[in-house]
């Protein structure tokens, strides 16, 4: 028996230096444009947060707006935003420092003044952005609302991301909200549907007496995927992910920051009118977090 073994092979030639200087032409660009695209994907969606510990949600807090009369709300914590142009709703007022003062005796005070004459109408809006935020957890303000034609009062969270993704990308939750009439209340979550389109969830709750005619103390509660909003300890909403429409996006597990605004006029309360007061007044007594793992949810 005799075995034959095949000749050896060949070693295939070296490619022509050609092909190998066109892979690489092309390859280097190709690499560099998928690292570009993924460092800029994870910038678009993080920010990069993850770098830098999340500040607020392990610490309570709690905001009773002692000080002066006139004195400003405290500047480690809140911003006065000032300014006009509608804020995207085609608002009338223009927001002043000189709207929003401490009360000496409590409060913070947000002021609309509507100049009897039809002058430019002047208020208040504060911020808590780059100062303060949460992902989880109980945030609550009691407040006394004001109540009259083309104004609206609001208590609102924005995410942290919204100079960066803008709005709706960034997500917005409606504490509370009363355009005109505070005989029912109104809560909203607004959020991204693909990168421009805008979804919405609605809330309105009518309520025994108007809440103009009293403080009452409004909750947010941010759970993973959930938000509870409860006016003096009574659920007035409870809103989970999947309530969110078809194709929508649930962006409000980010981090969040406060607002207080009192808008005049503009697209959804209207103009004001003769019935509506010259001087018109929100009163912000105290505003506390809890930690998630410092509370029960307020959710039965
Ligand atoms: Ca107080």
Not at 13 to 21: D, E, L, S, V
Not at 83 to 108: H, I, K, P, R, S
Not at 125 to 152: C, D, M, Y
Not at 215 to 242: C, F, L, M, N, S
């Amino acid at each position: 028996m005799t075995l034959t073994t095949p000749p050896p092979t060949e070693t295939s030639a070296p490619r022509p230096r050609r092909r190998r200087r066109r892979w690489l032409t092309l390859g280097i660009p190709a690499g560099i444009l998928v690292i570009v695209l993924v460092i800029t994907g994870v910038w678009w969606f993080t920010g990069f947060s993850f770098l830098t510990p999340k500040y607020g949600d392990d610490e309570a807090l709690f905001d009773d707006f002692d000080g002066p009369a006139g004195s400003k709300p405290n500047s480690a914590f809140w911003s006065i935003q000032t300014g006009g142009g509608g804020w995207g709703n085609n608002e009338l007022q223009e927001y002043t420092e000189d709207a929003v003062a401490l009360d000496g005796e409590g409060n913070l005070v947000i002021t609309a003044t509507i100049p009897a004459d039809g002058g430019t109408p002047t208020s208040g809006r504060i911020t808590s952005h780059n100062k303060w935020s949460f992902s989880f957890g109980q945030l609550s303000a009691r407040v006394k609302l004001p109540e009259a034609q083309g104004l609206l009062p609001a208590f609102w969270l924005l995410g942290d991301n919204i100079d960066r993704v803008g709005w709706p990308n960034a997500g917005e939750v409606d504490i509370i909200e009363t355009p005109n009439d505070t005989s029912r209340s109104r809560h909203h979550l607004h959020g991204p549907i693909g990168w421009t389109e805008h979804w919405s969830l609605n809330q309105g709750v009518d309520m025994p007496a108007p809440l103009a005619d009293d403080y009452h103390v409004y909750t947010v509660e941010k759970q993973p995927g959930r938000i509870i909003i409860a006016i003096d300890d009574q659920v007035v909403w409870d809103v989970e992910e999947w309530d969110v429409p078809l194709t929508g996006r649930w962006v409000f597990d980010e981090p969040t920051h406060v607002l207080f605004s009192l808008a005049v006029g503009g697209n959804w309360p209207g103009d004001p009118d003769a019935t509506t007061p010259e001087v018109n007044k929100m009163l912000i007594d105290w505003m506390a977090y809890t930690p998630a793992d410092q509370t029960e949810t307020i959710a039965p």
